[in-house]
């Protein structure tokens, strides 16, 4: 069965790091881009950061630009996020998905994603 696991998130202070790692199995995961979104109370799923297939592209909110990265280890079957000069406002429940893309994009659009986690938290305090 397919299962991909988040784990890393906790409690961080403003500033600070965090990595996210998502560890998939019952897919060929080299065949999927992966993609971080991310939940906070009371709002939609949003968009972080995605990569293809390969990793040879990352794509970002712009909220995230310049502060987070994303990569993949292929070998591993596992994809990451560092997060770095966190924000309160970054403080939401993270999910790594996994989708298929015909045209080779980095979709933004989570309903683009056929595979889920069931997240990890992520709270930054002031």
């Known amino acids: 069965q397919v299962q991909l696991v988040e784990s890393g998130g906790g409690l961080v202070q403003a500033g600070g790091s965090l990595r996210l790692s998502c560890a998939a199995s019952?897919?060929?995961?080299?065949?999927?881009?992966m993609g971080w979104f991310r939940q906070a109370p009371g709002k939609e799923r949003e968009f972080v950061a995605g990569i293809t297939w390969t990793g040879g592209r990352s794509d970002f909110a712009g909220s995230a630009k310049g502060r987070f990265t994303i990569s993949r280890d292929n070998a591993k079957n596992t994809v990451y996020l560092q997060m770095n000069s966190l924000k309160p406002e970054d403080t939401a429940v993270y999910y790594c998905?996994?989708?298929?893309?015909?045209?080779?994009?980095?979709?933004?659009?989570?309903?683009?994603?056929?595979?889920w986690g069931q997240g990890t938290q992520v709270t930054v305090s002031s």
């Open positions: 998905a996994a989708g298929l893309s015909l045209d080779a994009r980095i979709y933004s659009d989570d309903r683009r994603y056929a595979y």
């Open positions: 019952g897919f060929t995961f080299s065949s999927y881009n």
